[in-house]
């Protein structure tokens, strides 16, 4: 492996050196999984529009927000640095370029259609739950940004999402959910400590299950997760514990 360094960009919160973000926790899993050496620049929230067009990212997005985390740059030696934002290109280059541990196991397809499960039956469940409860995570002109910006990306008033009166019928639309994914993973061949791999090894999709289930913990309802690590006998609070040799924040100590 050449020798090389690489920088993940990741939005800072209030509680120091903790990524939130659910899909930074995709590249991050991937890295401590692989175990690459990485710093993080922690960045505040408003400032991803104008730090990662700074370092050549290229915008996710046609609309606002157009840049987005995660982002890496990852320095090799004696060849130009590698600049690349979306999780999903970037897992595709890290598995690329450091083939093993695999994030695959030899069938990308299968995994994609793991993660369109976890994105159907869950993942889409939860987003207005967490949204209005993230600005607690943020402060100063971080917090202000988000409260001016989530409308005009999600079309709806934060206050809106999960008012009062829908609570508890949102929540049993997401347990339905968890149900609906459990008996997706019933219906998989898979090892005993993993959803979405036959090996003693994880797979990507385990990694974007563990990346939603870390969000929803820190920026979601308050005392969610533990509702949810009593729902179906424990196994989501298990698996969950599982990935905690990859939950390391960062490899090497983090920049700010
Ligand atoms: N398709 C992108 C989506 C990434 C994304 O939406 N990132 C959010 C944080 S989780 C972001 O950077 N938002 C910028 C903002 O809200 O201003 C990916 O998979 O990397």
């Known amino acids: 492996m050449p020798s090389h ?44 529009q104008t730090v990662l067009p700074a370092v050549g990212v ?22 130009p640095a590698v600049v690349m934002s979306d999780s999903g290109l970037i897992a595709d280059y890290l598995e690329r370029t450091y083939p093993e541990p695999s994030i695959y196991h030899g069938a990308k397809a299968l995994q994609t259609e793991h993660m369109g499960a976890v994105s159907q039956h869950v993942l889409s469940r939860m987003g207005f739950m967490v949204f ?21 990306i999600f079309g709806v008033e934060l206050d809106d999402m999960f008012p009062e009166e829908r609570q508890e019928e949102m929540w049993a639309n997401l347990k339905e959910g968890f149900a609906a994914l459990g008996a997706y993973i019933d219906g998989i061949e898979h090892s005993e400590q993993w959803f979405f791999s036959k090996t003693s090894e994880p797979g990507y999709a385990d990694f974007v299950l563990g990346a939603t289930m870390i969000w929803f913990k820190l920026s979601g309802p308050e005392k969610g997760w533990e509702r949810i690590s009593e729902w179906d006998g424990g196994k989501w609070a298990r698996f969950f514990r599982n990935l905690e040799p990859y939950t390391a924040s960062s490899v090497i100590d983090s920049s700010s």
């Open 5 to 48: 360094l690489i920088t993940l960009y990741d939005i800072q919160c209030k509680l120091d050196s903790t990524a939130w973000s659910p899909h930074t926790w995709r590249t991050r899993f991937i890295l401590n999984y692989k175990k690459l050496p990485y710093q993080t620049t922690w960045m505040p929230l408003p400032d991803v």
């Open 58 to 79: 290229l915008p996710t997005r046609a609309a606002v927000p157009h840049y987005t985390v995660p982002a890496i740059v990852d320095e090799l030696e004696g060849s």
């Open 132 to 152: 209005p409860n993230t600005p607690r995570l943020l402060e100063g002109r971080e917090r202000e940004y988000y409260l001016n910006t989530r409308k005009g």
